[in-house]
């Protein structure tokens, strides 16, 4: 279990936005405590203030090499609608980092697999950064993600980089393809990664056999990651070697207001990363 840093807010500046999608924006903020993003864990995630609005949890996209604390956040109720409303110079109150991380130490010198859906890419995004900047520390890296049509894809930018970096390979689907399907991704005439139609769990058939010892990471839409377990476990994998984010109602940040809690967990404090073994029977009912 991860330690909270603070329980106060600091000020948080926006100096750069970048849109993603339609209604998804990237903001690079710049604290006002002196943090860096090395002072936060790929996984956890901060609690973000609008005054006069309220807070909503936000994980964390930024990696260790970044040069300022990131955010993804999609315009879905008052407060993400109105955080991403604001423009470079605007400020937002920022407490935090919560939550475990993902064990990335874990998987050095591991073959590993990063799977996500949707949303569930930011997250994920820290993780992805570091085997690109730092191959030497993994076997190979697997990523695999899929989005509802190709204008939901986020990060498109910053595809070429990852399915160029030693050792990974990059795979992107969609539910629902467009005429432009897979052009939308193409760099200079030529594809930027593997791209396919259809669910993520079905990508794992183009990775082939799983090595033994492999890691996965697998985080989006519960149903999802029901369905890319399931398959996981199909092809080999055991239940220690995978890990799972998940998400529900988070207010506190501390595990005291019991609005995220799940079974004996509050995901706030002992999550949103747990090892597939401790979520599996509230999970999946087929008890996988």
């Known amino acids: 279990m991860a330690e909270t840093v603070t329980l106060a807010y600091t000020k948080a500046v ?10 998804t924006f990237t903001f690079s903020f710049e604290l006002g405590d002196g943090r860096r993003p090395a002072d936060f864990l790929p996984g956890q995630f901060n609690m973000l203030y609008v005054q006069g609005a309220g807070e909503v949890p936000i994980s964390i996209a930024s990696s260790a090499d ?12 008052s407060v993400t609608g109105l955080i991403c409303g604001m423009n470079a110079g605007d400020a937002i109150g920022l407490r935090g980092p919560y939550g475990t991380h993902w ?19 930011p997250p994920l995004r ?31 930018g910053e595809y070429e980089a990852w399915g160029k970096a030693q050792g990974t390979k990059l795979y992107v689907t969609v ?4 005429d432009e399907w897979p052009r939308t991704l193409e760099t200079r005439g030529r594809p930027t990664c ?29 149903i999802m990651m029901k369905f890319t377990v399931l398959e996981l476990l199909k092809m080999g994998m055991t239940p220690v070697d995978i890990f799972v984010s998940l998400e529900r ?10 609005h995220c809690q799940i079974g004996p967990y509050f995901i706030c404090r002992d999550g949103p990363v747990f090892n597939y073994t401790k979520v599996r029977r509230f999970f999946a009912k087929e008890g996988v």
């Open 126 to 156: 820290p993780v992805i950064l570091e085997a690109k900047t730092h191959p030497e520390r993994f076997k190979s890296v697997n990523i695999l993600y899929g989005a509802r049509t190709p204008k939901d894809l986020i990060y498109k």
């Open 14 to 23: 926006i100096k750069e936005v970048r849109a993603e999608t339609p209604d």
């Open 175 to 178: 539910d629902k393809a467009e």
């Open 194 to 222: 593997e791209t396919s139609v259809g669910v993520v769990s079905a990508l794992l058939q183009k990775v082939g056999s799983i090595p033994q010892g492999a890691k996965a990471f697998v985080c989006g839409p519960e």
């Open 249 to 258: 109602n988070m207010t506190c940040g501390r595990g005291t207001c019991g």
């Open 66 to 77: 970044d040069a300022t604390v990131k955010h993804t956040i999609k315009a879905v109720g």
């Open 103 to 121: 064990p990335v130490e874990k998987c050095y010198g591991s073959d590993l697999l990063v799977i996500t859906g949707g949303c569930g890419l």
